[in-house]
């Protein structure tokens, strides 16, 4: 059972930074490739960045790609983002999610996760 939790969100003026984290009280990250997705108001939730098990192969979409950094702590069991350079467009509810266990595949598509987690607020004033 995974059970993903972020934290780290919150309200930032444009061009500062943000650090967002996702843990699972488990060991339910091992094995599993890992993503950040996010829902902008009004929009459709979009995929963001996204980092295989044991692995330093990254995925970004262009409009976080520079500014974004995926990585993952395997030891302490936790994932994280990076933003820098923030901007009013970044402004949504960012997900942590997960992908099948031993499917170690890039989550560049929602269909891809198994997991989600609750999603955390990041506001990116102008």
């Known amino acids: 059972q995974v059970h993903l939790v972020e934290s780290g969100g919150g309200l930032v003026q444009a061009g500062e930074s943000l650090t967002l984290s996702c843990t699972d009280s488990?060991?339910?990250?091992?094995?599993?490739?890992m993503g950040w997705f996010r829902r902008a108001p009004g929009k459709e939730r979009e995929f963001v960045a996204t980092?295989?098990?044991?692995?330093?192969?990254?995925v970004y979409a262009d409009s976080v790609k520079g500014r974004f950094t995926i990585s993952r702590d395997n030891v302490n069991n936790t994932l994280y983002l990076q933003m820098n350079s923030l901007k009013p467009e970044d402004t949504a509810v960012y997900y942590c999610?997960?992908?099948?266990?031993?499917?170690?595949?890039?989550?560049?598509?929602?269909?891809?996760?198994?997991?989600w987690g609750q999603g955390t607020q990041v506001t990116v004033s102008s």
């Open positions: 999610a997960a992908g099948d266990r031993n499917v170690n595949v890039a989550l560049i598509t929602a269909a891809l996760v198994t997991s």
């Open positions: 488990g060991r339910a990250l091992v094995g599993r490739a």
């Open positions: 980092i295989k098990w044991l692995s330093t192969y990254t």
